[in-house]
């Protein structure tokens, strides 16, 4: 089984530890240190060797970072953990502070009214994040320190890096060589006089070389930095123990292998402009660039946008892995439903849907940890089950069932809500305002050139005219066999980066209300070009293709709050799920889907 369920989190640590970390600050004369969720790669994922945070804290989201002073420590979340972190820190010792409302840059000024020095590890922060701090700051006293990890100091037992081996991707899935890739991208920086651009996300470099690896748990990506030059040749610096020949012969003469000890020298004898992006390379390598004779460029990591937007071979290959999983999901509903109520835990949920994907034999990592939450956990937005937390599903509950596959051709990651017995109507009446807001992004027509912040609100619509919302994005991007969090593309108020076809991304509205429930509906969809409508403008359109088919729980919807429009669409996709997935499914779970389909 990929997930475990033993607990991570440790807040009765959290005293003692904040407590050395204090001891070391005083003698390393700093006023404060900064402990962000990141490594140096800064990706969004880390392994266990990076969880500063984590073990500093008890935190486990995915996203945070905590700024530890001499009187004061506070750990910023965004609206995403404002429950989790409540379970997971000592409320004694550690503050939790509303992010982004809460600047890190406003709370620090306030915090250290006479000024002081701030300490931090200038591989785990980008540039433009240290650059704004020193600006903003300067002149209430506050300056910022690179230095040694204070962290990694006081961690006695900290695991050592990962060495996962790294493995070829076939051009087949990919749609496109490497040696193709590398040239596009290479006339680019030609195209702007620069002679290379440095490479630090680890899903950039996957995509750009064609390989996988297996540094990070759920996200096949290796833990490398590269070097792309304007000749088209790459060289990439990782561990020699994670290359092995048939790696050698993929990669072939046009990609130099250096070890990861070679990177900052490297660097230092770079000649010409040299491109990194402000907003993903840790600070430190802006500092290394300075002491050589390269010329710093700012310009956002050329692999981001080409690697968001997908090949037909890539979009291909995530529909089958689309499809299978959506059988594994049936057959795992067909059981659900035939279990006798008061007889399964979240755990029990979790076990057998993995065993459901592992079913298909083609599952090689589920792509992140499933969230299975019943009545009052389902309102943590990213809650983990784990022995100490998992509650039996009981009469009138939601369970917020959020669950992913990573297969070679695919990454998935769909959300269902789902009815324990009888549940309440006010239940019913927010599930159904997600689901209109779901349908909405479904069905959208949108001019070429909108971003996500311009459809983000639509998947609101339904739930604004009530009084509610939900706090995270409508949607993130999605990879293909690589993060199942991927940028620069999302639905998402923040986002002003304009969609393009080929791009994946998630659909999941929800509502979530503290202590009693929580919804969230998720299918994946990608942009595509828009077929011309009669009487139309002459106006190139966008539209989304749905990726996720799975049905929709009919027993939660007021069917009377639906549009005819949302009837229709929702009736065509249960029609859509029963002739895509029947085929694939046992006889049994074929005549649950058959039921679960039908019109309402």
Known sequence: MFQSFENRASPQEGRARLTALRRLMAKERVAGFLVPRADAHQ??????????????????????????????????????????????????????VPWPETALKDWLAGAL???????????????????????????????????????????????????????????????????????????????????AAVLTLPDSI?????????????????????????????????DPAKIDDMLRAHLGPEVKLRPGSAFVPTLHSLQGKVQLDRKTAPVKLAQELAEGNAVLCWADDPCSLPKACKTKAEIAGTQEAHLRDGAAMVEFLTWFEAQPIGTLTEIDVVKRLEEARHATQDLLDISFETIAGTGPHGAIMHYRVTEDTNAPLQEGQLLVLDSGGQYIDGTTDITRTLPIGAVGQDEKRCFTRVLQGMIAISRLRFPKGL??????????????????????????????????????????????????????????????????????????????????????????????????????????ICVEMLSPDERHWLNLYHKACYENIAPRLSPEARVWLSHATQEI
């Open 113 to 195: 009214p006479q000024g002081g020095v701030i300490a931090y590890d200038p591989w785990l922060h980008v540039a433009s994040e240290i650059e704004d701090l020193e600006t903003s700051l300067a002149a209430k006293g506050i300056s910022f320190r690179a230095g040694p990890n204070l962290v990694d100091k006081i961690w006695p037992d900290q695991p050592a890096p990962p060495l996962g081996p790294i493995a070829p991707y076939p051009e087949a899935l990919a749609g496109e060589s490497h040696a193709s890739k590398r040239a596009r991208l290479a006339k680019d920086l030609r195209s702007t006089s620069r002679s």
């Open 206 to 238: 996957a995509w750009l070389l064609n390989i996988r690896g297996s540094d990070i748990p759920r996200n096949p990506v290796p833990h490398a930095f590269a070097i792309l030059f304007d000749t088209g040749h790459v060289t990439l610096f990782t």
């Open 43 to 96: 990706g969004e994922y880390c392994a266990p060797h990076d969880e500063r945070l984590a073990w500093l804290t008890g935190f486990t989201g995915s996203a945070g970072f905590a700024a530890v002073l001499k009187d004061s420590a506070g750990v910023f979340i965004d609206g995403r953990y404002r429950t989790q972190v409540k379970d997971q820190v000592d409320l004694d010792v550690f503050t939790p």
């Open 451 to 556: 971003a996500g912040r311009d459809l983000d609100a639509i998947a609101r619509y339904p739930l604004w005219l009530a009084g509610q919302d939900f706090n995270h994005g409508t949607g993130h991007g999605v990879g293909v066999y690589l993060c199942v969090h991927e940028g620069p593309q999302r639905l998402s108020r923040l986002s002003d980066v304009p969609l393009q076809a080929g791009m994946i991304l998630s659909n999941e509205p929800g509502y979530y209300r503290e202590g009693a429930f929580g919804i969230r509906l998720e299918n994946l969809i990608v942009v595509q070009e828009a077929r011309p409508l009669e009487g139309a403008d002459p106006r190139p359109m966008y539209d989304f293709l749905t990726l996720t088919y799975v049905p929709i729980a009919r027993g939660l």
